[in-house]
């Protein structure tokens, strides 16, 4: 196979259908490069006395003590894309407020939203983790940016993305073309493309799901779990097997790679926690990703590209992944 870089790869993009133009193609980049940098943390771990939490023991918007990756990840991401010109304003996980490109460089038109380092709790223990970002165009004559401006829903998306820091690391991109990887040459330090066009299969014998929240599950996903769990003799006539890797992105990626279908359901523990996973910046990219793959992507109910999100750090329940069980576990939140 003959490899082409990912900037070849934006640029033939750009000219076969239009859909990046040069001030896309430079954050795409600059979101490539930072992820680079990232791997490369990661990669250090002990060494580059990266792991454990923040000398300060800090605590994210939502709660969570922070672990060092997460912070430098974050500053990594907010350093590399002040100065290009192509962002107006950014938004993270780790950030309780949107943050303005500085005065003293120019604005562009684009939003960018990430969450820095997805699966922090297994960042400690050398399994795979993440960084997921989306990007969105501010709204039209925008001369400050507010959260407001980031309130769009997830179809609104121009580009969304993934880098999975495993024992490879890979970047996954759709810019509403199909979804392509590209895989870091380290030696090189380059982004060389490793697949052309991913494709989820439609049906899977895999899912994944913490099972250790069962007993809070309510009854449309009790019931499908159970009926995966009856195995060959049960109504769906066939065993599935369970993984559960506790990083999204990684998670994700294993779909992506070979179908399955990914769950972190809402349940009946505290009705003002919709689910975990946050829409904007984690379930909104990788419901993009998704059906660009031929997947589906629904929070029980809808469609999550089409929700309209009210709270930049919103949460909803996710269902991800081959098409046919994602409409499955749909239709059964639709009967009941
Ligand atoms: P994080 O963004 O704080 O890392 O949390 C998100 C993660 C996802 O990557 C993963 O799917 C989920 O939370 C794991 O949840 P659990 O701890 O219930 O296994
Ligand atoms: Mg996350």
Redesign the pocket.
Same mark, same amino acid.
């Given at each position: 196979m003959k490899r082409i870089s990912l900037t070849q790869h934006l640029i033939e993009e750009q000219r076969l259908h239009n859909t990046i133009p040069a001030e896309l193609r430079l954050l795409i980049e600059v979101v490539a490069r930072a992820c680079k940098t990232i791997s490369h943390a990661v990669g250090k771990g002990a060494l580059g006395e990266v792991l454990g939490t923040s000398e300060a023991e800090s605590e994210n918007v939502q709660g /969570?003590i922070q672990k060092k990756l997460d912070i430098i990840s974050n500053d990594i991401l907010l350093q590399a894309n002040e100065w290009g010109g192509h962002l107006a304003a950014m938004a993270s /996980?780790e950030m309780e407020t949107i943050h303005p490109i500085p005065n003293r460089y120019p604005m562009g038109e684009y939003l960018l939203l990430f969450?820095p380092l997805?699966? %922090? %709790?297994n960042i400690d223990v050398n399994v795979s983790i993440g960084t997921i970002f989306s990007v969105l165009k501010a709204p039209h004559g925008m001369t400050v940016p507010t959260e407001a401006a980031f309130l769009q829903p997830g179809s609104q998306q121009v580009a969304a993305g993934y880098a999975v820091y495993g024992p490879q690391t890979v970047l996954v991109l759709t810019t509403g073309n199909g979804v392509q990887s590209f895989t870091l040459d380290r030696e090189m330090g380059s982004w060389v493309m490793t697949q052309k066009e991913a494709k989820i299969p439609e049906d899977t014998k895999e899912y994944a799901i913490?099972a250790s929240?069962a007993r809070h599950w309510y009854a449309p996903v009790k019931r499908y779990v159970d009926e995966m769990q009856a195995g060959k003799t049960g109504p769906r006539g066939k065993d599935f097997n369970m993984r559960?890797i506790? %990083?999204?992105?990684a998670?994700v990626h294993r779909i992506l790679t070979r179908g399955g279908v990914f769950m972190?359901p809402a349940d009946a523990r505290d009705p003002d926690k919709p689910g975990?996973?946050r829409l904007m910046y /984690?379930a909104n990219p990788m419901a993009f990703i998704v059906e660009q793959a031929g997947g589906a992507a629904t929070d029980g109910k809808q469609r999550i590209l089409d929700i309209q999100p009210e709270k930049l750090h919103q949460r909803v329940p996710v269902f991800l992944g081959s098409k046919n069980e994602v409409d499955l576990v749909t239709s059964y939140h639709r009967d009941a």
């Open positions: /969570e /996980e969450d997805d699966g %922090s %709790s913490n929240n559960w506790a %990083s999204m992105v998670d972190y975990k996973l /984690e």
